[in-house]
């Protein structure tokens, strides 16, 4: 009997979706504040098997003085709240 890759592939690409509006959501809710102040926070990347993801702040982030500690409390919050989270990589532009 063979395995139905198609529904494999599915899920999975169905878990990564959930993953990627979990992470968005976590951003949009606990720093409301990066739009707010004419930033952005993109979701570049994501390795569900490695759980790291890759994150990229612009905007109004490049210059602003208190994006390094905006950068810290997004690496060390977000997996301690998304269990599948365990390494964040952000790069401000």
């Given at each position: 009997?063979?395995?139905?890759?198609?529904?494999?592939?599915?899920?999975?690409?169905?878990?990564?979706?959930?993953?990627?509006?979990?992470?968005?959501?976590?951003?949009?809710?606990?720093?409301?504040?990066?739009?707010?102040?004419?930033?952005?926070?993109?979701?570049?990347?994501?390795?569900?098997?490695?759980?790291?993801?890759?994150?990229?702040?612009?905007?109004?982030?490049?210059?602003?003085?208190?994006?390094?500690?905006?950068?810290?409390?997004?690496?060390?919050?977000?997996?301690?709240?998304?269990?599948?989270?365990?390494?964040v990589h952000i790069h401000t532009v």
């Amino acid at each position: 009997m063979e395995a139905d890759t198609s529904t494999t592939s599915n899920r999975a690409s169905e878990d990564v979706d959930a993953l990627l509006e979990e992470v968005a959501s976590f951003l949009r809710r606990n720093f409301p504040q990066i739009a707010m102040h004419g930033g952005n926070a993109a979701i570049q990347d994501l390795d569900p098997e490695s759980g790291e993801v890759w994150i990229q702040l612009s905007g109004a982030c490049g210059g602003c003085g208190i994006s390094p500690m905006t950068t810290q409390a997004i690496q060390s919050r977000l997996p301690m709240e998304i269990d599948d989270i365990t390494e964040v990589h952000i790069h401000t532009v």
